[in-house]
């Protein structure tokens, strides 16, 4: 495995933006520290050890106890006339203590004492526009400023007026900010796919560094992109995640390059790279291949090459991005050119997670074994602006 | 420009710095009065500036704010912004005082935020790393008790990072850990840094609110309209008040201002004083030396060349009295400062004022002032210049005629500037500002100063023949002299009477007001015990005592009669106002109000029955509400409606205080708490000291660590100890300004000698004693601060009258029982008698400075 154009750390700018923001960035503690590389079991929170053992509807619900979790909804889509959207949903967990913690709440507690945190990150790429629009929510569990609540079957998490409700057919998000907003329904063409074993997703060299990962890989999707006053009916296809975990990243880890792709075959790709500081790849990266029957096969780090074509350096902040790769999976006869929609899809979040990373929607062409694929998706880098997130 | 200058060299420059005595005594009396000026205005102008920045601190970068006025709010409201269209942003914050456990520190503010929510309103950061930084704050969501401290804080209560500290509120004392310190920028910065910060689970925990917040902070969406907002305000329950953040910031603003504008106006009778200094030396100058101007004229200057080299002597003595004044303002602002910003917290915000912030704009308003005034005084004189006329360079004697139709014209003048004074009067005030009433004051000085010439030749007319028996022909000549310059010593005169009569006037007004607020304190704070929620007072009585210790207290002791009292801190439009429901029967069998409208007799019974409510004098002025009236209110949800039955006086705070029946409030509005209570011995005990510490020390133990306690007359002596502190201010400013006219009389009486050195000389010559000459100044001396003193104190009489019914009314709406302080006129008026013939001194030892033969050769 090769990756080329790598990038310098950043960390300059990120200080910069930090300082811009109150205190510092809440994210650099809640989703991207490595305060996470202490084993979580001591810290008091749960640990994920083993097969997750995932049922439905209960485990597309929060898991407090462990302390990082997320859903996150990706897509590509297009109106009638052939505008191009991608878009991100994403919403985080973080549980600040864990239950029966060294600090007793005082009784009775305030309406406002809380051990979980939401923050929520909205995007959208207006890709014929040229144009990347952002987001962000951060809020308690308290009062109904953001949370989840379950009627019968459904799940809904909701923070400020955006929301992601998982029914038992459906998914629906909403979100909207002042420069735009998206209403969308989406339809999981194939059951989820459990990552790792049966949902134990490795993360690291010890049993514990490690996350429970399932994925909606492919959703038919449709609904109204708002931009600018017009609503926009779309169309298209989207990819879900849900993961939680308490401690997954080892020390030395810098950060993370996430791959998710639906082929014109109706296969889809998943693929994580965890970047050491060296300049190699953590043994524990990893993948799923998800065939046209919803069948997946786990893909070890040895069983593919990611190999960075080109790069992008942010303007704001200075990060230095790769903008195109070429993926090559021996195994499955697989060979592809993967690249950004649109150069400049970095999210910084100065008001919530406070971290800068680039999560963008992706175009792939190639072959598979000998007939020609093409395929949409989704990637996202960390670590290149000084943040690392912990999952993914 | 080049010949103007040259010439003001030659002929102004050369003649101040021979004759520097005078020029200095003239810089001096305006550095003074300069000093006075600027240190007042950038003492008043620091602790608004404080003020205004920790309002500023507080407000973000809210669009608007959503309050209950006079109470909190129930915090579910946020949700309803939630999802609102209109609203991009929310926040909430909540504040109270609380102070560390058993420490001699006195309390600082607690704000309780949401550290995820008001990121994005106001700027607060944490010392350190970035990583200890956010670890720090999210401390405070992660653990109860915990606390930002801002650097200040910390060094003066001797924390750092990571310590325990007892924090003491009202309902109890917490165990804190200090989870990081504050940069100081921010929020930090509010009430001059000595803030906390902690999670509004945290500060509900503390202080018991639960369910409830200050105020909600709200951001809109960009490009939101007008009509959004108001649709956002109407559908908000009726009990809030969507506020522009600024409101809170502006009320307390326009409070300070009338002070500011008080002060400003007393110190600006230092300079005012100053101004005659000026006047009466370029007026001597022009006098002096009219034989010169007629020369120049001669010599073809033009009169505006003349009348431009007097105004520049004013400026120019301006300018160097202003430069003067700094070393001076910079000792006097110091002390300045602290005084008048505990008297701003006392009367009317919280302020606290770190360190002096000087003001460019204040400085250039002192300058300003200060030359403009200088300049206007030389106006006159200079004027008087440009007229000398050409052929004056040979006449050999002055216009006397001119000068006795000076007088009668000034008389006239003074008559008309008396006439309007008294138009002036009934005028109300402009924006809260009694302008016409200064305005008045202003024309009062004027007219008596323009007075003073005629006054003098009447008294020394009047007096001739009784003094020639008297005290001889030194008294006789006195007179005489005194006829002749009436015109020129006038202005020193004037100066003398503007000080007197601010002596005068300040005196009386100050007694008054203390005899009355004695009277006031005596009657209705009375009591022997009074017992608050901890830190009730400071907290502004928003925490009531437990009701548990209630129970407890009122099965204390039979010995004493309780007055409860529930007390809200309330605004009508912009005034602020308190509303205390109180014990009104048992207040009325040991105390009483100082009634200003209605019948005592009638009133009392009706409002102890809870018939209607009492409003004070300064309520009355500023809501313009009147016995029969309703008072309406919102107090905590409930509709207030009750009809005014009298007017007292009270001079608790600047804002008005409405009284009603607590036990009829409790019926009607189920509101049974207190915040807090008073004890009066039902009957007079035989050891009253005795019964009463015997009530503390049961009080104290049971609830000590609960509530505050002070004693009838400590709080009492306290009331007036603040009443002195807060005049000390002014009793400053009126010795500066007797100063002044002493200065003004030395300077006079020298240049009226020197001026008549030759005549003085030609009577010792003819055989006058020095002996005589010098009786004969010291009558003229004694002539003139006769005159100053007596218009001075009939002028200070009037300006009293002025001072209390007018300017005190218009800005802050309270009057006071007119007593006057005849013993402290008694002492002062011959020692200011004393002290301007002292000034006189100088005047006679300049007399024989030169040999007579000297002098009589010069010419």
Redo the contacts between chains.
Sequence with gaps: MRIRGKTRKGGRSL?RR?RI??????G??LLF?AAAAADPARQGFLAVTGPCGFEFPRDHAPHPGFRTEWWYYTGNLKTEAGRRFGYQLTFFRYQ??PFGGS????E???????RQ?YSAHAALSDLSARRHLQAER???N????AGWLQYGQDITLYH??WSIVIFPDRHTLAAAD?EFAFALELKPLKLPVFHGREGYSLKGSTPERASCYYSFSRLETKGTVSLGGKHLAVRGQSWMDHEYASAPLEAGTVGWDWFSLQLSDHSEIMLYLLRREDGGLSPASSGSYIDSQGMKRHLESGYFTVEALDSWKSPRTGALYPASWRIRIPLLGVDLVVKSNLADQEMRTA?TTGVVYWEGSVSARGTKGDAPVEGAGYVELTGYAGGMPVLK | MISFLRLFIAFSLRHAARHRGRTIAVVCGIALGAAVFTSVRLAVHASIASFTRSMDFFAGNADRVLVQPGGVLPEETLARFYTHPAVRDYTVLSTTYARKADAAAPPFLLIGIDPLLDRTFREWRLRGREAEAVEGWLDLLREPYTVLLSLPLARELGLAPGARLALEHTRRTADFRVAGLLEPSGLALVEGGRVGIVDIATFQELTGLYGKIDRIDLKFRRGVSAAEIEELARSLPQDLALHPPSAARESGVTMIRAYQLNLSVLSFASLFVGMFLVYSLVALNVAARRKELAILRALGAAPRTLFALFLSEGVLLGTLGWLAAIPLGAVLVRHLLEAVSRTISTLFVRVRVEDLELSAAEIAVSFAVTVVTSLLAAWQPAGEAMRVPPREAMDMVAPEERRRRSARFAALLALGCLAACGALLPLPPAGGVPLAGYLAVLLLFLGFALLSPFLLEHLASGLDGLLARLAGPPARLAGRAVRQGAVRTAVSVGALITAVALFTALVIMVHSFRRTVETWVRQTVSGELFVTAKLGQVNRFRFPIPEDIVEGLRRLDAAFDLVESRRWFLERGHFPYEFEAMGMETFFRHGDFLWLQGDPAAIRPRAARGEGVLVSEVFAARTGLRPGDRFEARIEGSLVDLPILGVVRDYRTDGGIVFYSHAHFRERFHDPRWSGVRFFFREPPADPEAELSRLRRAILERWGDRLDLVGGRELREAVLRIFDETFAVTTVLLLIALAVAALGIATTLTVLVLERSRQLNTILAVGGSPRQIRSMIFWEAAFLVVTGEGAGLACGVLLSGMLIEVINRQSFGWTFLYTVDWPSLGLSLPLIFGAALGAALPAVRAAFRQPPAALLRQR
């Design positions: 200080g930090i923001g109150l205190a510092g960035g809440v650099a503690l520290s600040l203590t600090a007793a709440w005082p009775p507690p305030s309406a406002w004492r809380t945190i951060l809020g308690r308290a009062l109904g400023i400020r007026g002042e008001s």
